[in-house]
């Protein structure tokens, strides 16, 4: 039985750095956003504003679904990748 073989590409390792990136530096993000409202607002508030999240969510979604798809075909997808790598070094 032979083993599957395993390259290491380019393309592979800036996927794998953009998914780790993506998922430490939002980590903090969404454990601020659960904690803090419900102590300084009121419920009939939280309930408004996280339906407009949730909305703007969606629409976000459908557009950068379009966006990806028509990017991608134009430039490529490492270049679309590697194109957020900038916005990571802006102070929060």
């Known amino acids: 039985m032979a083993l599957p073989s ?11 750095t953009y998914v780790s990136l993506s998922s430490i530096l939002s980590l903090a993000t969404y454990c601020r956003l659960q904690i803090y409202p419900a102590e300084l607002f009121p419920t009939r508030y939280r309930a408004f504003a996280h339906g407009i999240s949730a909305a703007s969510g969606k629409a976000g979604a459908i557009i950068s679904a379009s966006a990806f798809s028509t990017l991608s075909n134009k430039v490529g997808i490492p270049a679309i990748l590697w194109s957020e790598f900038p916005m990571l070094d802006c102070p929060s």
Request: net charge positive; glycine share 0%.
């Open 6 to 16: 395993f390259s290491l590409t380019l393309e592979r390792i800036q996927r794998h």
